[in-house]
């Protein structure tokens, strides 16, 4: 019986959407497993072959545990605002939904082909006001809550007013921007503009000006991975820094939980290291330095307060408010020249880029211990967001510090007794210390580090900088609260309108707030959002709705916020959505959140490390804080899928003087002509490197014409492996390998090209491996299931199942699939050579492979004659007993040299082995008239006969 897969997919495929096979409820006779992917942007271009590798080697999981007896949710939805609908709305005029509807119908067309057990049911879209709604409800509960240090998490801010009503900020644990300080009195006398001012500081949802990269092209702040070498990644226009009034949520308040859940969860050492460095701890000291000649002071934060004798000049970022402060007149020329300079830097590139940049603010810093002058320099390398903004130089004992020092000229002091104080001398400073011979004097009360170790110097120093009141002990984070206001029209609203310029929440029963229709999708003639062109869109109090902007009076009628979330805004969560996406009453019920939890196995991307995971799981904590979530970890277990590459083929042109512009030399005949220049060509118009010449000259016209210089009588491509992009023409697009090979052969391949977690190159020319083996495996099973004579299995058939069975389950466990898929290939063959007839043991291969070609298993299961969908079989398990080898090979040797190979029994003793070595007439050849000295057995192995 052929192997139609054509036939097959299309009628699994329709039979499955009819039975609702993979629709999921809540069971609570089952366990539960929930598979997650990260769901995907859906963009113009639609799915090319790298997208869907991922999804598959999920699905196969998912497959797994629902055979396993798992109640499975696998769920799949739309991550649909974003950058490119705008942008295309922008050139085109096209609303942004229109774009977005098509672009989502063209992804399920897609999905649907490869055949995944995707609960659609269940599909969320980020730009759905029924799903925004519940991020426009976080977003409220955010800014109405504070961070307690005290309780060590998310309060209501209504607790916080009651503290400051009772005893303004006496005794007031709350995280703020900012150290705030008033009494009871004070507090209640305050206005309600100033109320709402001080609060602003503790909310977790805060607005305040902050630095942020400006695209003035896109009109629009980008988040750090949004910027690539100083340009937007999309489009790339130039970004900018510029203080601008941003929404903000204050991640940084959760980064000693974000750090401490990383030892709580499943995740690859590098991916937990990436997030450690991303909110980086570092313990040290706060120490107050004085403006010389000034009543003017500053605060620095330092891991090394032991080194303050080494001091020699202060750096301020070129984003410190201290910058106007401390730039004396005849430095403020230089300094702006600098800060514009800065201005066109992001953060990411001053960080990666160790070029030595900076500017002399005109002035001195006093040094706490010394009473030395200290030049105060402005540069690059100082971020603002880090510690205080400000540090104190120590170049003998920093890398940064150094380059900057012997750039600008300024004096390097060694701490450290016989330190080599050169480029290269930067590794761990440990050692004995001892005060600065430059300084020649420690002021206050005799102290010295004379003779301490650098750990006994820093203690010392960090308890004499604290009874002396010259700072404090401290705790920083590199990480930096999180942006949280877009300059665009493609993302979720804000629920908030502005009364004397502050922001207000609308009542949480009037969300959720819907875009509404404008006429340009740029921004205004006068720098304002796109929203700024919304005729409607201001918020009346008395009748909560949303009114025309010339109802507006500031009295009962006011502003709506202009901005928008970002995109990180509507994927933080969506995985609670999942769990229960028809609830209009909340985010997610108690009932089923408590039954799926939190997400067993999330697969997706490396590159989301330090955005949307770090994100996501701030998020998921507030919530659990509130009592809204009952895990406080989003993700038990993460697998990073690799990248699949692009396969590239190219022609040659040849360039030699005199040649047609259009003749194009075969590989392997290049070496004959002086030069030729390769030439991307679309992928999909090679075929085993060999291209398709009239397909060639009608996929662009300047070829139309074109010459080819053949080798017998074929066109070789050459080939490169790439990363996969519409300009290099090596994207393959999934619908065609799915219609040639079937979804089966696709599934199979993806997973056999290698390791899930490793980037591997695309082929075209080795997915031929793959069908023939579905086809081989099809003509096995399908001859047994059409075979009217079942006979019992034989003891090889049972060894070579079940050790099928072993070498499958313990590979989906580790997602080693590429090595599963070898062991099916070798099962089959073995099975082929046995002339297997067992249908018991067909039956075990088509529960086994189903996870991986689900659209054959579910044929041959019918076939077998089975009840139902293979979805809902039973896992086999393997038996030890079956898997005992009962021979042995073992190889027989003479004076150490291996001559011949022996057949035992697998049990056999060493005097059984001995006696049939002995009598092989091979042995007589190798002995002939020489004496048999001794006899070496190494069991299973090794017969080593010494002779003489």
Excluded at 293 to 317: C, N, P, Q, Y
Excluded at 542 to 562: G, H, Q, R
Excluded at 812 to 818: A, K, L, P, T
Excluded at 871 to 884: G, N, S
């Amino acid at each position: 019986m052929e192997y139609n897969f054509r036939d097959i997919e299309k009628k699994w495929q329709k039979r499955w959407v009819e039975s609702g096979i993979y629709r999921v409820v809540e069971d609570d006779k089952k366990k539960k497993f929930y598979v997650l992917n990260m769901f995907p942007y859906p963009s113009g271009a639609g799915l090319h072959v790298g997208h869907p590798l991922g999804y598959i080697a999920s699905d196969i999981y998912a497959r797994y545990k629902r055979l396993q007896g798992y109640n499975v949710l696998n769920p799949m939805g739309y991550d649909a605002y974003g950058l490119p609908a705008e942008q295309y709305a922008i050139q085109t005029g096209q609303h942004p939904a229109i774009t977005t509807e098509q672009n989502i119908k063209r992804y399920r067309e897609q999905l649907d082909k490869i055949g995944f057990s995707f609960d659609w049911s269940r599909e969320v879209r980020t730009c759905d006001p029924k799903y925004y709604h519940w991020t426009q409800w976080a977003f409220q509960r955010m800014f109405k809550s504070y961070y307690s240090t005290s309780s060590h998490k998310a309060q209501p801010t209504i607790k916080l007013i009651e503290h400051f009503e009772l005893m303004g900020t006496e005794d007031c644990h709350a995280l703020g921007s900012e150290e705030l300080h008033f009494t009871a009195a004070e507090w209640n006398a305050f206005s309600e503009k100033k109320k709402q001012e001080v609060l602003m500081n503790y909310r977790i949802a805060y607005l305040a000006e902050t630095m942020v990269n400006w695209c003035p092209a896109l009109g629009t702040v980008l988040a750090n991975d949004e910027v690539i070498n100083g340009v937007s990644e999309r489009g790339g226009y130039p970004v900018e820094q510029k203080k601008m009034r941003q929404w903000c949520l204050r991640t940084s308040a959760y980064a000693q939980r974000l750090l401490d859940g990383l030892e709580t969860i499943d995740w690859t050492d590098s991916l937990k290291e990436a997030q450690r460095n991303w909110i980086g701890r570092s313990e040290g000291t706060e120490m107050e330095f004085q403006v010389a000649d000034s009543e003017k002071h500053f605060t620095i934060f330092t891991t090394r307060a032991d080194t303050i004798f080494g001091v020699t000049f202060m750096v301020l970022a070129p984003e410190s408010e201290l910058v106007a402060e401390l730039t004396t007149a005849d430095q403020k020329a230089a300094v702006d020249d600098y800060l514009a300079y800065v201005k066109k830097r992001t953060e990411r590139e001053r960080q990666m880029d160790h070029s030595v940049t900076g500017v002399f603010s005109g002035s001195y810093a006093v040094n706490p211990f010394t009473g030395d002058k200290i030049p105060v320099w402005i540069s690059e390398y100082v971020l603002a967001g880090y510690g205080t903004g400000a540090i104190m130089a120590v170049p003998a004992h920093d890398s940064r510090d150094y380059a900057f020092a012997k750039h600008f000229n300024l004096p390097i002091i060694p701490l450290i007794e016989g330190a080599d104080v050169s480029e290269e001398s930067f590794d761990a400073k440990e050692g004995r210390v001892m005060n600065s011979p430059a300084a020649g004097k420690t002021t206050l009360d005799g102290f010295s580090l004379n003779g301490l170790s650098v750990k006994e110097a820093i203690a010392a120093t960090k308890k004499f900088v604290t009874e002396h009141n010259l700072g404090r002990v401290k705790v920083n984070y590199r990480l930096r609260d999180a942006i949280f206001s877009r300059q665009r029209y493609w993302g979720e609203p804000f629920p908030v309108y502005y009364k004397d310029d502050m922001p207000y929440m609308i009542p949480k029963e009037c969300l959720p707030l819907e875009l509404p229709e404008i006429d340009e999708y740029k921004p205004t003639a006068t720098g304002e959002p796109p929203l700024g062109h919304a005729k409607k869109w201001a918020w009346d109090t008395k009748t909560d709705s949303v009114v025309d902007c010339s109802a507006i009076d500031n009295k009962t009628v006011f502003p709506l916020e202009l901005n928008t979330m970002p995109g990180f805004a509507g994927s933080s969560a969506y995985y609670l959505r999942y769990m229960d996406p028809q609830n209009d009453k909340g985010l997610v019920s108690k009932e089923a959140n408590e039954y799926w939890r939190n997400v067993d196995l999330y697969v997706g991307g490396s590159e989301h490390a330090t955005g949307h995971l770090i994100y996501s799981r701030f998020w998921n904590k507030f919530l659990f804080d509130s009592g809204y979530t009952c895990e406080e970890e989003p993700f038990k277990k993460l697998v990073n899928q690799g990248m699949i590459q692009g396969r590239s083929n190219f022609v040659y042109r040849i360039e030699d003087e005199g040649a047609d512009k259009g003749k194009f030399v075969s590989l392997n005949l290049r070496k004959n002509y002086k030069e030729t220049t390769p030439i991307h060509v679309d992928v999909n118009i090679v075929s085993a490197d060999v291209l398709d010449i009239d397909a060639f000259k009608a996929w662009r016209p300047e070829y139309n014409n074109a010459e080819f210089i053949l080798e017998d009588g074929k066109y070789i491509c050459g080939w490169a492996v790439e990363k996969m992009s519409k300009s290099m023409y090596n994207v393959v697009n999934p619908d065609m390998i799915v219609e040639k090979y079937g979804a089966d052969t696709l599934r199979l391949y993806e997973m056999f090209l290698g390791p899930v977690e490793q980037s591997k190159p695309w082929d075209t020319n080795g997915i031929d491996g793959c069908h023939r083996f579905l086809k081989k495996f099809w003509n096995l099973c399908s001859s047994v299931c059409c075979d009217s004579v079942a006979t019992d299995a034989t003891p090889d058939n049972l060894k070579s199942v079940h050790k099928l069975i072993k070498k499958v389950s313990q590979d989906i466990e580790q997602f080693s699939y590429n090595t599963s898929i070898s062991a099916f290939m070798i099962c089959v063959n073995e099975l082929s050579q046995q002339k297997c007839k067992s249908k018991e043991m067909i039956k075990n291969l088509v529960i086994l492979i189903a996870p991986f070609a689900p659209h054959i298993a579910e044929e041959l299961w019918e076939m077998l004659g089975e009840q139902g969908s293979v979805c809902d079989a039973q896992w086999p398990t393997w038996d030890e007993q079956y898997l005992v080898e009962s021979q042995a090979k073992m190889g027989v040797a003479f004076n150490g040299k291996t001559r011949f190979e022996i057949q035992v029994a697998a049990d056999a003793d060493n005097a059984s082995i001995e006696a049939l070595v002995r009598g092989d007439e091979r042995t007589a050849k190798y002995v002939e008239d020489k004496q048999i000295v001794k006899v070496i057995i190494v069991p299973k192995r090794m017969v080593n006969i010494v002779i003489k």
